[in-house]
């Protein structure tokens, strides 16, 4: 199993990006899926989860100007993120737990680089 995050890139201040995560491989069951970031000598921390019947939540700092979602057919999560701000600057990674049909796993994207540049 495996997960592809695309989509990061380098953003003005208040401008928009669009993250997209795509799980590949022999899977039997997708659970949550979410988005982290990470800063140079910070933990890595949560922006967004959504579960697999829709529901999302949404960290506060991006509260209204981030928004997740998950195409289930596509096996897809995405990461809308508009007026994007200099503290926003981060790698970004999906996240989500997936089972084989025995057993359940927390599975990783590679990172994807987002700077908004002030």
């Known amino acids: 199993v495996q997960l592809q995050a695309s989509g990061g890139g380098l953003v003005q201040t208040g401008g928009s990006l669009r993250l997209s995560c795509a799980v590949s491989g022999n899977f039997f069951m997708i659970a949550d899926m979410a988005w982290y970031r990470q800063t140079p000598g910070k933990q890595r921390e949560l922006v967004a989860t959504?579960?697999?019947?829709?529901?999302?939540y949404v960290q506060d700092s991006v509260k209204g100007r981030f928004t997740i979602s998950r195409d289930s057919a596509r096996y897809r999560v995405d990461l809308q993120m508009n007026s994007l701000k200099p503290e926003d600057t981060a790698v970004y990674y999906c996240n989500s737990g997936i089972s084989d049909g025995k057993s359940w796993g927390e599975y990783w994207g590679q990172g994807t680089q987002v700077t908004v540049s002030s």
């Open positions: 959504i579960t697999s019947d829709g529901r999302a």
